[in-house]
């Protein structure tokens, strides 16, 4: 079975300081792992999603994640925080022809300090 | 163009109860997809809903039943609510089933206590 851990549960930063999401997937074959956001009241909203090719994918907002087969990551990375990104990320996994049974970790609150 | 729209937001329900919570996918999608999300927890899988039909159901008890309707908007229903069934249920569409690359599109969700 698939499942995905995001290790950290809060995590705060300073505006304009660089930001990392942890996410570790387990899964036996070639995983499609997805970053959604999710602010308060609100929906997911997908951020980026890896199913092949290039292993640094770029999304919306100016995140990125980097998919390392070795390590089972998919690391979410921002190089400068803004006030609006302070947020729920949620890391999720799923399968070739699963359809939208996505597995999602327990996701990371991120806070962004003045 | 409207996304995917939920209805109600809030809903406040009794244990033993049964409630139907409501979904209408975005404009041009066919796939109807359910979530459970527990305070604090990642959504859960609940089952998806394509030409009418269940097509792939997570790890939910049989008093999760849901339906789809010829104009592809979607019912969930939960029968015999129990205390850990309330969470936010979301409600995600996409245009077609099997391929998971088709971008998903969330609704806001209902805020479903039990009590």
């Known amino acids: 079975a698939q499942s995905v851990t995001q290790p950290d549960i809060h995590i705060t930063v300073s505006e304009g300081a660089s930001l990392e999401l942890r996410c570790n997937y387990s899964?036996?074959?070639?995983?499609?792992l997805f970053w959604y956001v999710q602010s308060p009241g609100q929906g997911l909203q997908l951020l980026l999603k890896?199913?092949?090719?290039?292993?640094l994918v770029q999304g919306i907002k100016g995140f990125e994640a980097e998919f390392k087969r070795s390590q089972s990551s998919f690391n979410l990375r921002k190089p400068s925080v803004h006030w609006s990104d302070a947020a729920e990320y949620f890391c999720a996994v799923g399968a070739n022809n699963a359809g939208n049974m996505l597995t999602f970790g327990g996701g990371t609150r991120l806070m962004v300090k003045p | 163009d409207a996304g995917v729209t939920q209805s109600p937001t809030h809903l406040i329900k009794t244990r033993g109860q049964q409630v139907t919570l409501r979904c209408s996918p975005k404009?041009?999608?066919?796939?109807v997809s359910w979530y459970q999300q527990a305070l604090g927890q990642g959504p859960q899988f609940i089952f998806q809903?394509?030409?009418?039909?269940?097509?792939q159901r997570g790890n939910f008890p049989d008093r999760f039943s849901g339906h789809q309707f010829p104009n592809y908007s979607s019912e969930l229903n939960v029968n015999a609510l129990l205390l850990g069934d309330s969470a936010l249920y979301l409600c995600?569409?996409?245009?077609?089933?099997?391929?998971?690359?088709?971008?998903?599109?969330f609704g806001s969700g209902t805020q479903l206590s039990v009590l």
């Open positions: 995600a569409s996409s245009f077609r089933t099997g391929t998971t690359n088709e971008k998903l599109f």
């Open positions: 890896y199913f092949s090719g290039d292993t």
């Open positions: 404009s041009g999608h066919d796939t």
């Open positions: 899964y036996g074959a070639t995983p499609y």
């Open positions: 809903y394509y030409e009418e039909e269940e097509r």
